[in-house]
């Protein structure tokens, strides 16, 4: 978008989240979309979800957290993925979490 008077282009700021989903095989993966719906999709159908997520269709939307930036989102991206299993299943099942899941399904 361009401002009246401005070649300059304004830019939107984007919400990145950070997601968990769960594999067919029980297994979680967590990654970075700035449109989780679509990364989502992604991850089910084509070839453009993460080659981890490949063989293990369909995922689900287990954990979804927005954050204010895509370094935001990195960084907390790698400390989930260094949490226990059982603490992601613990952030899986949290009130907030949950929240973003119906917002975002609606």
């Known amino acids: 978008m361009i401002s009246a008077g401005s070649a300059e282009p304004i ?8 997601y968990i989903v769960s594999c067919r095989d029980k297994t979680l993966y967590t ?11 992604e991850h089910n159908s084509t ?3 993460a080659k981890y997520t490949r063989g293990r269709r369909p995922v689900t939307l287990v954990y979804l ?3 204010p930036s895509r ?18 299943n613990q952030l899986a099942c949290s009130q ?11």
């Open 11 to 18: 830019l939107a700021e984007t919400i990145w989240f950070v």
């Open 31 to 41: 990654g970075i979309t700035n449109d989780p719906k679509r990364r989502l999709q």
């Open 47 to 49: 070839g453009n979800g």
């Open 65 to 67: 957290e927005s954050c």
């Open 71 to 88: 370094s935001a989102a990195s960084k907390r991206e790698h400390s989930i993925k260094r949490m226990s299993v059982a603490r992601k």
């Open 96 to 106: 907030a979490a949950h929240q973003l899941l119906a917002d975002i399904s609606r």
